[in-house]
């Protein structure tokens, strides 16, 4: 890592890969010899429609996305898909599952039951803190519904699917906010995949989806017209100015991650990274860890010293080591390490450096 700069554990808006942000800077006065920086640039100009066609190209290669699926750029953030999917895909029967895994999902199922009739809750592991991902024999799936939505990384409590749950011939939408790019996906699976940006690709304010065409098409009229996503299918995300910089970053990222051995090789580093942290939490008992051992998150580690002052001296230290957002969501306490992408092995493997310093003094 450069001079001055820390491991950065937040949950999101998280670290950036270094050589990205590098090549940023370099571009910032002149991009793509325009003579001006993205920042400044019409959306409507040949650079900008050329770096947004590649940010699509760029996810479709990455994700091995098949040919009947679009891939949007909306504002509003994961939050705003909260709203846009019941909106866009709900106007036919008005019925939607959604499996409610955690906190997002459990905003995303309130926020659908504002459109929809029959807005359901088909199975949530809220009676256990939300220590576990439902299992396919935990849901009471309705054969009927428009979709099934899930939330397949809970950033908040570091749980995530290892199966995908089997809804028949019912769409699968999945929220992919904090774990989009940190493993390959079977996106024929999911009829929808969509992501907040700014856990593991680019700043705040943009959600990535990905959708099957014949799902385009059945919104309510009261849709809003830059949440359309047929629409915004057929004008390639700019039916109003899109988050130019945002998308522009998001191709950046993705660039890096390609010639870094794209997806196969983030999941191996993942994985890595990952068994540090959990490896360390297994082999002792002054940290502890509430969640199912089958279901933890490779993106999002939480764990408590079960005394809430010492896990506040443990969050106090943290500046001191070089780190920053330990600490973890006031819905649960303790800490957390968000380690996506872009956090080096290096910064996992001081943590639990400073974990074992700090048990060993207390
Ligand atoms: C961060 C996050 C969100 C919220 O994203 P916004 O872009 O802030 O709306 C939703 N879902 C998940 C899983 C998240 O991690």
Redesign the pocket.
Known sequence: MLDGRIYNFS??PSMLPEPVLLKVQQELLNCGGSGMSVLEMSHRSKVFDDIINEAVQDVKDVLNVPDNYKILFLH???????AAIPMNLGGRSGSADYIVS?N??G??LKEAKKYLKDARNAGSSEADHFNHIPRQDELTLNPDADYVHV??????FGTTYKYIPDTGNVPLVA????SIMSEPVDVSKFAMIY?????NLAP??L?LVIIREDLLGHEMGITPKIWNFKTEAEKNSMLNTPATFQIYMVKMVIDYLKEQGGLEAMKRRNIEKARILYDYLDSQDFYKTSVNPADRSMMNVTFRTGDDELDKEFVAGQAAHGFSNLKGHRLVGGMRASIYNAMPKEGVEALVEYMKEFAAAH
Do not use: L
């Open positions: 949950a999101g509003g953030g994961a939050s705003g898909m909260f955690g997002f999902s905003q995303a939330c397949w990384n809970n950033t908040i929220d992919m906010s904090s992501a907040g940006v700014q856990k705040a304010g959600a």
